[in-house]
């Protein structure tokens, strides 16, 4: 076996390995879109965007910055190593989402991104918390990919929607932590 460069068509990092992954560990991309390294064209993510394309980025980000920031308040318990480990990688993933819309949407990370927020004050009913946010994400953007006209957009937003829908299972499997 020979170690490989793949590349992620998604977010557009870089996973060294011997095999492609099942999901990109950066942004959680799926398989398909772990591709050899002179297939990716990092202009990709220069697009003409409509006002309903931006106002759906913004609301993206947003988004983004809300889960980041919550996912980094919950790994700052400490009372279980497991769930902390697991939430503090959703916040790194949900980061980079939020750079992602922000590539694409031309403007700068919010401030403030990687300051833990808020949480609900308990492991279970932040995971609760958590269902609902990925919940909302994941048909959020399904909604956002069907209504942009630009395929680049479409294609990442049908591809995020579907990490979030991973990150319902992955809320289900860390109930069994608990
Ligand atoms: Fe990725
Ligand atoms: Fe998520």
Redesign the pocket.
């Known amino acids: 076996m020979e170690l490989k460069i793949y590349r992620c068509r998604i977010c557009g990092e870089t996973y060294l390995g011997y095999e492609a992954p099942e999901n990109c560990p950066f942004c ?1 991309a799926h398989k398909e879109f772990l591709q050899a390294p002179e297939l990716y064209d990092r202009s990709i993510d220069s697009v003409a965007i409509t006002e309903v394309e931006r106002a759906d980025l913004e609301a993206s980000i947003e988004l ?1 910055r809300s ?1 980041t920031r919550f ?1 980094l308040g919950m790994a700052q318990r400490r009372d279980n190593d497991t769930l902390r480990s697991t939430y503090k990688r ?1 916040a790194k ?2 980061m980079e ?1 939020c750079e992602l819309f922000c590539r694409l949407a031309g403007v700068s990370l919010p401030e403030d991104l990687s300051e833990p927020g808020e949480t609900t004050g308990s492991w279970a009913t932040d995971i609760e918390e ?1 269902l609902r ?2 919940n909302r ?2 048909a959020l953007y399904a909604t956002f990919a069907e209504r942009a006209t630009n395929e680049r957009l479409k294609e990442v937003w049908a591809a ?1 929607s579907a ?2 829908a ?3 299972t ?1 809320d289900e499997l860390a109930k069994q932590y608990l």
């Open positions: 959680g983004e889960n996912y959703l993933i949900e989402h958590s946010r990925e994400a994941s995020v990490v979030e991973d990150h319902i992955l």
